[in-house]
Each structure stands twice: as C-alpha cells, then as structure tokens.
C-alpha cells in the first residue's frame, strides 16, 4: 500500500504542476486496481482475526465509494470514503498496538477470523 500511496501523490503532483494531464477518471481506474488488490488481501484476512477482518472490510468499501465519486458517481460518495476510512484508520491503529503490545506479553482482543477453522 505504500507504493500506492506515492504512486497516487505522484499522479496529484504530477497534474499540479502540469506535468501530467490526468482526469477524475483515470485516477477512478488507478483506484480500482487497488480496489481488487484490497478484495483479495480481504480474503485472506477472514481467516486472521475479526480485527484485521474489519479492517480489510472497511478498506474494500471505502476503495469501491472512493471509485463510485472519482468514476462519475455523486460527490457525497467522496464524504462517505472518508468518513469510513478514518474508521478504517482507528481500526488498523487497533490491530498495530496488539501486534506491538504482544511483543511485550500483553494481548489486546481481535477475535478469531470470520473464517478460521
């Protein structure tokens, strides 16, 4: 996610300063490529924890609202990202702290994956 994280920073600077001439579109389809990569870690995270679950789950949606506002779809569908990534964000914040606390003994909740054996 890093990488597209700078790619998508490179794409905004690069039509900022006029380098690049790049639509609300394409930047729709750069974030639906990401939008299946996202499926995919989310299958594979149903079978982690009930934390990392809700994480994956909350990052798929806010990526297909995100795709819906930048592919022609309403503007409030921009706010609606937002508003369910900044719970995506408290949520990954939850399931670092457990993994860096169970470095030291303590173990937070995540429950067990909504596919675990």
């Given at each position: 996610?890093?990488?597209?994280?700078?790619?998508?920073?490179?794409?905004?600077?690069?039509?900022?300063?006029?380098?690049?001439?790049?639509?609300?579109?394409?930047?729709?389809?750069?974030?639906?490529?990401?939008?299946?990569?996202?499926?995919?870690?989310?299958?594979?995270?149903?079978?982690?924890?009930?934390?990392l679950s809700?994480?994956?789950?909350?990052?798929?949606?806010?990526?297909?609202?995100?795709?819906?506002?930048?592919?022609?779809?309403?503007?409030?569908?921009?706010?609606?990202?937002?508003?369910?990534?900044?719970?995506?964000?408290?949520?990954?914040?939850?399931?670092?702290?457990?993994?860096?606390?169970?470095?030291?003994?303590?173990?937070?909740?995540?429950?067990?994956?909504?596919?675990?054996?």
């Amino acid at each position: 996610y890093g990488a597209f994280w700078m790619a998508l920073a490179g794409i905004y600077l690069g039509m900022h300063f006029g380098i690049m001439n790049i639509t609300t579109a394409d930047v729709g389809w750069f974030l639906v490529a990401f939008t299946i990569v996202t499926f995919i870690y989310m299958m594979g995270s149903f079978r982690v924890s009930w934390a990392l679950s809700f994480v994956f789950l909350t990052l798929f949606l806010g990526f297909i609202f995100l795709d819906i506002s930048h592919l022609g779809g309403p503007a409030v569908f921009t706010k609606v990202a937002a508003v369910d990534l900044i719970l995506c964000g408290l949520a990954a914040l939850y399931v670092m702290a457990e993994i860096v606390l169970s470095q030291f003994g303590w173990k937070l909740p995540v429950g067990k994956g909504w596919l675990a054996e």
